[in-house]
């Protein structure tokens, strides 16, 4: 069960039938947690001053010229950190997108869906209950100008999250994205990957890489394109490199030693794929004549600051629990709670390029040989520790 007074979230919404109508939603879909509703910025800011314990969610709408949403969620960031910000919005504009990266951590678009908001809420439990420490929470939510998920490609976010909907009307949506569509093409016509028939057809592209691979290349190449020019280049495109190397290693470990489990594999190259998530983020904070990654772990005892800022992006994302703490804990597995066979395998994978010297840290990972002993995968990190 959960805790009555654990659970709080702060709800701004100027319109009084919405606000009425999501609150019957929440307390339908959601009924553990309290809910707070306010009209307008001015009240939301009274009840953060006056409320002994800081809401753990917040979501606003944009308001008015006077005092914007995006403005409240500021004040939000500096008077409780570790409150998860949400910012709703009806508009998909640049306007909306700088607004939102200089302040929320999420974004909702209106009018949103029963699935859309819930996800919202589970999400926002996953990273409460999470791994995540409550220093870490703190100091997670005092960075700004994080990456958030582009609305204009919700369409697509919300095909890959739906089970029920076909690989045809997925297709149909990534073709009005074309440079999407055509990274999906080259990493489906990737030998590396096991695909030797060479194939441009966007249906069969979703039928080989799968819905999570897919999520992963997408938020990749929007990460990308989002820190291009903010990054030094090289260290840019080392980043880029070092993630598809290690994606591509992970992939090759689990597919070649893990047979009897079929997602296993995917789950490996969606981890590696998605650790430049955290690096980026971090240098992006740091003047760019001095960028430099480190493994410092001021956030979180025993895991780097970059490690925890990509889990942490992931959980706020919608990725899995279980990828999400591959991705975590793939430099050191003492700080897990239960080490499984991805967070091992993704370990080994992040071993193996240290000792090719193409981490762009250059700093030296130690095995955890009882880990690899457990799933049996010492001979696999032998094999590769020779290739090296």
């Not at 819930?118 to 994080?146: D, K, M, N």
């Not at 975590?328 to 994978?349: C, E, F, K, P, T």
Request: hydrophobic share 45%; charged share 20%.
């Amino acid at each position: 069960m959960f805790e009555a007074d654990r659970w709080l979230a702060l709800i701004v919404e100027p319109d009084t039938a919405a606000r009425a109508a999501t609150k019957r939603l929440l307390q339908r879909l959601c009924p553990h947690w309290q809910l707070e509703l306010c009209a307008d910025a001015v009240s939301a800011t009274q009840y953060l001053l006056q409320q002994p314990v800081a809401p753990q969610l917040m979501l606003t709408d944009r308001l008015d010229a006077s005092l914007r949403g995006e403005e409240l969620l500021e004040f939000c960031a500096s008077h409780s950190p570790a409150t998860i910000r949400v910012l709703m919005s009806a508009e998909n504009d640049d306007a909306v997108m700088l607004a939102a990266v200089q302040s929320a951590q999420m974004l909702l678009g209106k009018p949103f869906t029963e699935h859309d908001l819930l996800a919202v809420f589970q999400r926002a439990e996953q990273i409460i209950e999470g791994p995540f420490s409550e220093h870490a929470r703190y100091q997670l939510g005092t960075l700004q100008a994080l990456p958030i998920q582009q609305r204009q490609y919700q369409q697509i976010l919300a095909l890959l999250d739906d089970n029920d909907s076909s690989q045809r009307e997925l297709a149909r949506a990534l073709e009005r994205e074309a440079p999407l569509a055509g990274r999906l093409i080259q990493m489906a016509n990737s030998a590396y990957l096991g695909f030797r028939r060479q194939t441009l057809d966007l249906q069969e592209v979703v039928s080989r890489l799968g819905r999570e691979m897919i999520k992963a290349i997408m938020q990749a190449f929007l990460l990308n394109q989002q820190y291009q020019g903010k990054i030094r280049p090289e260290l840019h495109q080392k980043l880029q490199d070092y993630a598809v190397a290690l994606a591509s290693v992970a992939f090759q470990l689990a597919r070649s030693q893990c047979r009897d489990d079929a997602t296993l594999a995917e789950k490996a190259y969606v981890a590696g794929l998605m650790q430049a998530l955290g690096p980026l983020a971090l240098l992006a904070t740091q003047p760019m004549a001095t960028q430099q990654l480190t493994q410092e772990d001021m956030f979180q005892d025993g895991v780097a600051d970059h490690c925890i800022l990509t889990g942490y992006l992931m959980t706020l994302w919608g990725f899995s629990a279980d990828i999400c703490a591959a991705a975590m804990y793939r430099l050191n597995l003492q700080g897990s709670a239960r080490v499984d066979r991805l967070q091992a395998i993704l370990h080994l994978a992040s071993y193996v390029l240290s000792l090719q010297q193409q981490d762009p840290t250059g700093v030296k990972i130690t095995p955890d040989l009882a880990a690899l002993e457990r799933f049996a995968l010492t001979d696999s990190f032998l094999t590769s520790s020779n290739d090296s």
